[in-house]
C-alpha cells in the first residue's frame, strides 16, 4: 500500500485567509490523512490550530471565524515521511526567536537529516520532534544571525540541506515558498483577485476559484510581503528532476502540476500500455480509482471496450471494525467489489497505476477467479518500482517491492494472471512532457540527490546503526 505524502496551501493578505487555507486543504486532503494544521499571522503573533486527523475533523466553525484571525494563512496536511504519525509531529511547525514568529511547512522529505540534526544538537540546538522540518527551521534560525534577511537565511539553510522539498514560511508578516534545487516536489502560485496563494496542487486553487499563475521553479524562493511579490533563484546548476509518480498516482487527476495535466498524462500512459502490450479481451476493466485514466487510454487505443465491472465503496472511513478471521479478504471487498454478471466467462485486461507489494492485486484477482473470470490479464500504467524511494514516497526497503526480488514471469503467477506488462521507462518518457525533468530513481535506481547512510521514516527515533537497511 503506497502512502500519499504532504499538502501544502498559503494566502496572503485575505480576510477569509484561514477559512480559504481551509478549503485549500479540504482539496488537498488525498495528500495525506494523517494530521492538519493552519497558523494564521494576526498582526502581532502566530496563531495554530493542529491536530491529528482528517481537515473536516481537525477545524470547526470556532476556529475559522474567531481563533485563526489575520489575513495571513497557511497549513499542511501530512502523512509521516520523516517521523511518527504523532501530534507533535504536526505541522506547521511554529519556533519563536527574540521577536521574530516563525512557521515552516514541508512537502518532501531530506536524505542528510541525522548528519544535520546530529550537528546541531552538538552545538547546543535542542529539538521538540522527530521531523525534517524541525532542521529546517534551526537552520534558519542559526544562519539569520549571519545575514541581514530572512530570504538569505533560508537560502542558506536550503544550501545545508540535500533532499526533496517545497516549503511554506510564514515570517512574521512574510509568506515565502521554497523549491528544492532539483524541482522534485510540485508548489504553485496563484492570485484570488489582488491577493497571492500558494498549493501544492491546482485542484486547490479550483475550489476557492483562483487564477494558476505558474509552477514555482527549481531552486527559486518567493516571497510575499504587503501584497508585493519578489522572487530569486537560491540555486540554478542542478538538474530539474521532478517526481514523476505525481502524474502517475500522487495528484489528483483534475490538477495541473510541473507544467501537465495530469488527466492527460495518465490518458497518454494507458495509450502507450496499449501500443506495448495489446491482448484479444472482450473488455477493459480499471481497478478504481487509480487505473481510471489509463484505462480510458488504454481502451481508445486498442478499440476495445470500457467498463466499469469493479465498483468501489466510497464510504469506507479510516478505520472500520474489523471481521472475524473467516470473513476472509474482507480488507479488500470493503473497498472493492465485482459486478458478477459483467465478468463471469469474461477476458479481461485490468488496468493499474503502480504495483508495489502485490499482496492487494492478488487477492481481487483470486476473487475474479471465483467468479468465473476466464482470463486476466494486468496491465501496469508505470515501469516495475524495483528501488526504494528516499524523496517522499514511503517505500524505503527493497523487501516491500515485489518487482525488485521477483521476476515478472514469477509475479505473474503469484498473482495467479495470464499475462502482465509494466509500461516501460521510454514508454512512460513519451506520456509526459520535458522527458528529460524527471526522478526515475524507484525505477531505474539512479538517485539523482546523494544519499546518505542513516535514511527512513524512523531515523531519528531509531538507535543509530540499525537503519542501513534501505539501499
Known amino acids: 500500500m503506497k502512502k500519499e505524502y504532504c ?45 491529528m486527523g482528517l481537515v473536516a475533523d481537525v477545524f470547526n466553525e470556532r476556529h475559522l471565524s474567531k481563533e485563526l484571525k489575520g489575513d495571513i494563512a497557511m497549513g499542511h496536511i501530512r502523512y509521516s515521511t520523516t517521523g511518527a504519525s504523532l501530534i507533535r509531529n504536526a505541522q506547521p511547525f511554529i519556533v519563536r526567536h527574540g521577536n521574530l514568529r516563525l512557521a515552516v511547512a514541508h512537502n518532501g522529505n531530506l536524505v542528510n537529516t541525522y548528519e544535520l540534526r546530529t550537528e546541531l544538537e552538538q552545538n547546543g540546538s535542542i529539538f521538540q520532534t522527530t521531523m525534517d522540518t524541525e532542521v529546517f527551521a534551526h537552520l534558519i534560525i542559526k ?30 508578516d512574510k509568506l515565502i515558498a521554497i523549491k528544492d534545487p532539483n524541482g522534485v516536489r510540485p508548489l504553485g502560485l496563484g492570485r484570488v483577485g489582488d491577493r497571492y496563494v500558494f498549493a501544492t496542487e491546482t485542484c486547490a486553487f479550483d475550489l476557492i476559484e483562483a487564477e494558476y499563475l505558474r509552477p514555482l521553479e527549481p531552486g527559486e524562493i518567493v516571497t510575499i510581503h504587503k501584497n508585493k511579490l519578489t522572487s530569486f533563484r537560491f540555486n540554478d546548476t542542478e538538474p530539474k528532476r521532478q517526481c514523476i509518480f505525481e502524474l502517475i498516482y500522487f495528484a489528483r487527476p483534475d490538477s495541473n502540476i510541473f507544467g501537465d495535466v495530469v488527466y492527460e498524462r495518465r490518458k497518454a500512459m494507458g495509450v502507450m500500455l496499449a501500443k506495448e502490450a495489446p491482448v484479444d479481451a472482450d473488455f477493459v476493466m480499471p481497478f478504481p480509482d487509480s487505473g481510471n ?179
Not at 501544502?8 to 480576510?15: C, D
Open 143 to 172: 544562519y539569520l544571525h549571519e545575514t541581514e534577511t530572512i530570504e538569505q537565511a533560508i537560502a542558506m539553510a536550503c544550501a545545508k540541506v540535500r533532499g526533496a522539498y517545497s516549503m511554506l514560511v510564514m515570517a512574521n
Open 293 to 471: 485514466y489509463a484505462a480510458v487510454g488504454y481502451s481508445q487505443e486498442s478499440g476495445l471496450p470500457l467498463e466499469l465491472a469493479m465498483i468501489r465503496n466510497h464510504y469506507v472511513g479510516r478505520t472500520f471494525i474489523q471481521p472475524s478471521q473467516d470473513m476472509r479478504d474482507f480488507s479488500v471487498r470493503v473497498k472493492l467489489n465485482p459486478v458478477k454478471s459483467m465478468v463471469k466467462g469474461k477476458r479481461i485486461i485490468i488496468i493499474e497505476d503502480s504495483i508495489v507489494r502485490g499482496t492487494t492485486i492478488r487477492a481481487r484477482v483470486r476473487k475474479l477467479r471465483e467468479l468465473g473470470v476466464r482470463e486476466i490479464h494486468l496491465r501496469v500504467s508505470c515501469p516495475a518500482i524495483k528501488h526504494p524511494c528516499f524523496y517522499g514516497i514511503d517505500f524505503s526497503s527493497k523487501g516491500e517491492l515485489i518487482a525488485a526480488n521477483h521476476s515478472v514471469e514469477d509475479i505473474t503467477r503469484f498473482m495467479g494472471l495470464d499475462s502482465l506488462h509494466y509500461l516501460t521507462i521510454p514508454g512512460l518518457l513519451n506520456s509526459v512532457t520535458d522527458d528529460d525533468a524527471w526522478c526515475l530513481a524507484c525505477f531505474d535506481g539512479n538517485y539523482p540527490i546523494p544519499l546518505s547512510d542513516m535514511m527512513g521514516k524512523g531515523c531519528l527515533e531509531a538507535n543509530p546503526g540499525i537503519i542501513k537497511e534501505f539501499c
Open 7 to 51: 499538502g501544502l496551501f498559503g494566502v496572503y493578505g485575505h480576510k477569509e485567509a484561514a477559512r480559504m487555507t481551509y478549503f485549500g486543504l479540504y482539496a488537498l486532503q488525498h495528500r495525506g490523512q494523517e494530521s492538519a494544521g493552519i497558523v494564521t499571522w494576526d498582526g502581532e503573533k502566530i496563531r495554530e490550530q493542529k491536530g
